[in-house]
T-cell receptor, first 116, second 116 residues
Framework: DAGVTQSPTHLIKTRGQQVTLRCSPI?????VSWYQQVLGQGPQFIFQ???????GRGNFPDRFSARQFPNYSSELNVNALLLGDSALYLC???????????????FGPGTRLTVL | AQTVTQSQPEMSVQEAETVTLSCTYD???????LFWYKQPPSRQMILVIR??????QNATENRFSVNFQKAAKSFSLKISDSQLGDAAMYFC?????????????FGKGTKLSVKP
């Protein structure tokens, strides 16, 4: 089975632009989470969706938004890009939400966003 | 709020030897999950091992084992018979077991080098 896939792999934008990142979960997984990983740091939680509903939001500004589609894929949108938004954006999927072992998160390869 | 601390920014081990990576965490919750993830230069975050806080028995996965000390809030990872492919960033992560918090809280990571 295919793992979590993300597109694009790399992206270069300029300040003030908007960007959309995409994620497809493992087949059968219904929960998708987004994390931001700045160079040299651990990932920071941005959003979690389950069954197309937002189930959690990290401490990020309103410029960050996301949604989950009926096929459980997800998009992360970032508006008015800042230099500090440059990071690796990771998507993770899990079978369920709020359960025991079935909500273990499996990560995709990430999208490297560079803001100039 | 929960926090995860990895006090060793870098570690080095000789091939075939054993190495232990440290992780401490702070929480007021009694039920939670702990994880070790591996992130090689390819960037893909890979689950290494998982521990449920209610289980007293330490988790093991082949050459990887943990020393979980709940009272001390310590969760170290032991890698036995180290291999060149073990070289990577290792992240310790925490997740609440109850409520609506499905997100992972990561430490800053430990960079492991394996010498041939």
């Amino acid at each position: 089975d295919a793992g979590v896939t993300q597109s694009p792999t790399h992206l270069i934008k300029t300040r003030g632009q908007q960007v959309t990142l995409r994620c497809s979960p493992i087949s059968g997984h219904k929960s998708v989470s987004w994390y931001q990983q700045v160079l040299g740091q651990g990932p920071q939680f941005i959003f979690q969706y389950y069954e197309k509903e937002e189930r959690g939001r990290g401490n990020f500004p309103d410029r960050f938004s996301a949604r989950q589609f009926p096929n459980y894929s997800s998009e992360l949108n970032v508006n008015a890009l800042l230099l500090g938004d440059s990071a690796l954006y990771l998507c993770a999927s899990s079978l369920t939400f709020g359960s025991a072992t079935t909500d273990t998160q499996y990560f995709g390869p990430g999208t490297r966003l560079t803001v100039l | 709020a929960q926090t995860v601390t990895q006090s060793q920014p870098e570690m080095s081990v000789q091939e075939a030897e054993t190495v232990t990576l440290s992780c401490t965490y702070d929480t007021s919750e009694s039920d939670y999950y702990l994880f070790w993830y591996k992130q090689p230069p390819s960037r893909q975050m890979i689950l290494v091992i998982r521990q449920e806080a209610y289980k007293q028995q330490n988790a093991t996965e082949n050459r990887f084992s943990v020393n979980f000390q709940k009272a001390a809030k310590s969760f170290s990872l032991k890698i036995s018979d180290s291999q060149l492919g073990d070289a990577a960033m290792y992240f310790c992560a925490y997740r609440s077991a109850g409520g609506s918090q499905g997100n992972l809280i990561f430490g800053k990571g430990t960079k492991l080098s394996v010498k041939p």
